[in-house]
């Protein structure tokens, strides 16, 4: 074993599937299973990409197939268990990565939009898991599904119709499956990742924080610390420690990681509760609403606070 593998290895025996994992936030998940131990099957619709990223894992020690296949089909989900079981004997834990955006404003979206970004995130979580856990059930394994999530579907954001539906109902699928597996003592998390990657280095309040990544450096304390921004890296210690034994009592959860930061997400819960006997009709509403839910009213998107001053843009000074 190369010294690079040379880590506490709490996943050593375990197995695990990481979908869309031939580069960008997958790889880093990949990677980091395996720098624990786990044998991984990596996952791509490009063989060249695939390939790259089990050759990434072998030269640092680790084990690692590729099955090549987009995911969304019960078809795909099958080949990747399987992919696991004939490589490597046997399937421990499921991370749901796989995604691609189609961003456009409501009255552009077409339908095709819509539909092709739902089937890879949605309905390709709905089916991995649905095949991981038939597995679980069936061979008695205390296995982990993590699904990955996104502030989009916690918070919304402009343009993406598409991907906030996908991203919010794989949170509502993880509560689900959490409350369906526990007998089996199967767990289900979604984790919310926050990281530079192609997409947010094309936007200017990024941008000084992933150049400073491309060129080696260390991000600005505001971006890692205020805003909880950072590498691939630094969520994937999150996604190897919610595979291991250890993690066994979380379940249910999202799960925010990105830069130094680390946060727990509430389940909706109501932030007014008022009561009318005989009930709120229109008339009741018109009165009485304004006087109970001013001030509470929940906002939408996220609010970012101005950059400091010596990272703005010149053209912004």
């Known amino acids: 074993m190369s010294e690079s593998m040379h880590h506490h290895q709490p996943l050593a025996g375990k197995v695990a599937i990481v979908t869309g994992s031939g580069q960008g936030l997958g790889l880093a998940y990949a990677q980091e299973l395996a720098r624990r131990g786990a044998a991984v099957v990596v996952n791509d619709v490009n063989e060249d990409v695939a390939a790259a990223a089990v050759a990434s894992i072998e030269a640092s020690g680790g084990r690692a197939v590729a099955v090549v296949a987009a995911v969304g089909s019960s078809e795909a989900a099958s080949a990747l268990v399987q992919g696991a079981v004939s490589a490597f004997g046997r399937l421990d834990i499921l991370v749901t990565n796989a995604g691609i955006l189609r961003d456009k404003s409501l009255l552009k979206m077409t339908d095709e939009d819509f539909d092709t970004v739902v089937n890879v995130h949605l309905r390709g979580t709905f089916t991995?898991?649905?095949?991981a856990f038939a597995y679980f059930k069936e061979q008695?394994?205390?296995g982990r599904i993590i699904a990955i999530g996104s502030p989009t579907g916690q918070y919304g954001t402009f343009g993406q119709s598409?991907?906030?539906?996908?991203?919010?109902g794989i949170v509502g699928m993880i509560r689900t499956w959490a409350i369906e597996m526990?007998?089996?003592?199967?767990t289900a998390n979604a984790v919310i990742p926050v990281a530079a990657t192609a997409m947010t280095g094309t936007v200017p309040y990024f941008r000084p924080a992933v150049e400073a990544h491309e060129r080696g450096?260390?991000?600005?304390?505001?971006?890692?610390?205020d805003l909880g921004f950072g590498t691939a890296a630094d969520v994937a210690g999150l996604i190897a420690y919610l595979a291991s034994d250890e993690a066994g009592k979380i379940n249910g959860q999202a799960i925010g990681a990105g830069g130094?930061?680390?946060?727990?997400?509430?389940h909706p819960r109501p932030v007014v509760t008022v009561y009318a006997e005989g009930g709120w009709s229109y008339e009741r509403l018109s009165a009485e609403i304004h006087e109970h839910m001013d001030g509470q009213l929940q906002s939408v998107g996220e609010v970012f606070p101005p950059l400091p001053a010596e990272l703005s843009p010149i053209e912004a000074r």
């Open 260 to 266: 130094d930061r680390l946060q727990l997400f509430s």
């Open 128 to 131: 991995c898991g649905r095949e």
């Open 217 to 225: 450096e260390a991000m600005p304390a505001f971006y890692r610390h």
């Open 182 to 186: 526990k007998r089996s003592g199967v």
């Open 162 to 168: 598409n991907y906030a539906a996908a991203k919010a």
């Open 140 to 142: 008695g394994v205390a």
